[in-house]
C-alpha cells in the first residue's frame, strides 16, 4: 500500500473532467449475466430530484440533538433514471461538496452537493457509469454485483464486492470512472464469509496517523470463532486479522476514520418485531492490531422514530469553521417502499 495523498487530488480530477475519458477496449468476461432494469451499462447523465428532511425526530420537529450528534439538514432523492439508487458507499471531497458513490449495481456515481448556508438544498452533475472490471467490461459481465463498500487514497479508489469477495483498485487519474479495475490479494479468511455478509467498509489510514497506509477492511457479519465482527488491516507495516465486537445483533454497514484518529463504524439492525435499529460507534484507530478485539461507545443511536432508512453509507468533512460533519446515505434496495436518504449532522463530542 502506497503513502496517502491528499483527498485534494480526487476533487481536482472530478473537476477537471476525466469524466469524459473514453471507455477502454472490452475484454474476455466470464459469466454473462444480463442487465436488468436498474444496471447501468455506459456513462449517463442523471437528473436527481431532492425534497427536504426537515427534522430528523418524527415525534419532536424542535429536537435537533440526538447523542453526540446534531441535526443539520437531510434530503430525499429520487430520479426518473431507473437505475439511480441503491448507494452503499458514499465519499466526499475535504469540502463536502462532490461526492462518489457505488451502487449494490455495480455503478459509480459522482456529482455535487448543493448547500444554502449549512443546508442541503439537492445534487447537481450527477453522473452514472459502471464499475469496469480488469478486461475493461462492467463487472456485472461477471456477475459481480453488490458494489458495497468504498475508499479513498489521493487518486486510488478501492470498492469492496460481496459475494464474490473482492476488492478492486481504480486509478482515477487513467480515466475517472473509465478506469478498469484491478484486484488486490485478501486475506483467505475473506473468502469464506456468508455470501451477502461480506466486506462492508472501507477505509485507507491517511499519512500521520497510526496504521498510516493500511487499508481496513471490516466485514458486515463475517464472525470469529467467539462470536464478533471479522475485519483486516491490508498493506501497512502491520497487515493481519482483529475483530471487532459485536453486541446486540448489529451489523457493520460502513465507517470512516476522523483526523483525530478515531474510527466511527455505522450500524444497523432489524427484526419483524422492532423494525430498523441504526448506531455508530467510536474506536480509537491505536487499537486496531493483529489479533485484537476492539470495541467502543456507541455515540448516536436512532429507529423508526427517526428519518433513517437502510444507512449504508457515513463519511466526514470539517468545515471553514471547524465543526465536524458526518453524512449518513441510505440504501432503498431499488424497492417502491425504502427511500435514498442523505442527511448530515454536526459531531459535538
Known amino acids: 500500500m502506497r503513502a496517502h495523498p491528499s483527498r485534494r ?24 449475466v444480463a442487465p436488468d432494469e436498474f444496471t447501468v451499462t455506459a456513462p449517463v447523465t442523471v437528473e436527481v430530484n431532492a425534497r427536504p428532511v426537515a427534522s430528523f425526530d418524527t415525534g419532536d420537529r424542535s ?47 459522482t456529482g455535487r452537493i448543493v448547500y444554502r448556508g449549512r443546508e442541503m438544498t439537492g445534487l447537481e452533475e450527477v453522473e452514472a457509469a459502471p464499475l469496469l472490471g480488469p478486461d475493461g467490461r462492467p463487472i456485472t459481465a461477471r456477475g459481480w454485483y453488490d458494489s458495497e463498500s468504498l475508499a479513498l487514497d489521493g487518486t486510488l479508489v478501492y470498492v469492496g464486492i460481496e459475494r464474490v469477495h473482492r476488492i478492486l483498485r481504480y486509478d482515477f487519474a487513467k480515466g475517472f470512472t473509465r478506469a478498469r479495475g484491478a484486484e488486490i490479494p485478501l486475506p483467505p479468511a475473506a473468502r469464506k464469509f456468508p455470501g451477502n455478509k461480506g466486506l462492508e467498509a472501507l477505509m485507507v489510514v491517511p499519512k500521520g496517523l497510526p496504521l498510516e497506509g493500511t487499508l ?51 450500524e444497523r439492525k432489524f427484526s419483524w418485531l422492532s423494525g430498523i435499529g441504526i448506531r455508530i460507534r467510536r474506536i480509537p484507530l491505536k487499537s486496531l492490531a493483529p489479533g485484537a478485539l476492539v470495541d467502543g461507545p456507541a455515540i448516536f443511536e436512532a429507529d423508526l422514530g427517526h428519518e433513517v432508512d437502510n444507512m449504508e453509507a457515513i463519511d466526514a468533512h470539517v468545515t471553514p469553521e471547524g465543526d465536524t460533519v458526518l453524512t449518513l446515505v441510505s440504501d432503498d434496495n431499488f424497492s417502491m417502499i425504502q427511500r435514498n436518504l442523505i442527511l448530515q449532522f454536526t459531531l459535538m463530542e
Open 9 to 32: 487530488r480526487f476533487l481536482k480530477l472530478t473537476a477537471a473532467g476525466l469524466s469524459g475519458a473514453a471507455i477502454p477496449g472490452v475484454g474476455h468476461a466470464q459469466k454473462p
Open 63 to 109: 429536537r435537533v440533538r440526538f447523542g453526540a450528534l446534531e441535526y443539520r439538514s437531510g434530503l430525499i432523492l429520487t430520479s426518473r433514471f431507473r437505475g439511480f439508487g441503491g448507494l452503499s458507499g458514499f465519499r466526499l471531497d475535504p469540502k463536502g461538496e462532490r461526492f462518489i458513490a457505488v451502487s449494490d449495481k455495480g455503478s459509480w456515481f
Open 216 to 266: 481496513i477492511a471490516l466485514s458486515e457479519r463475517g464472525l470469529d470463532a467467539d462470536g464478533n465482527i471479522i475485519a483486516f488491516l491490508i498493506g501497512g507495516k502491520t497487515p493481519g486479522q482483529f475483530s471487532i465486537r459485536r453486541t446486540d445483533k448489529f451489523e457493520i454497514s460502513d465507517g470512516v476514520l476522523l483526523p483525530s484518529g478515531e474510527l466511527l463504524v455505522l
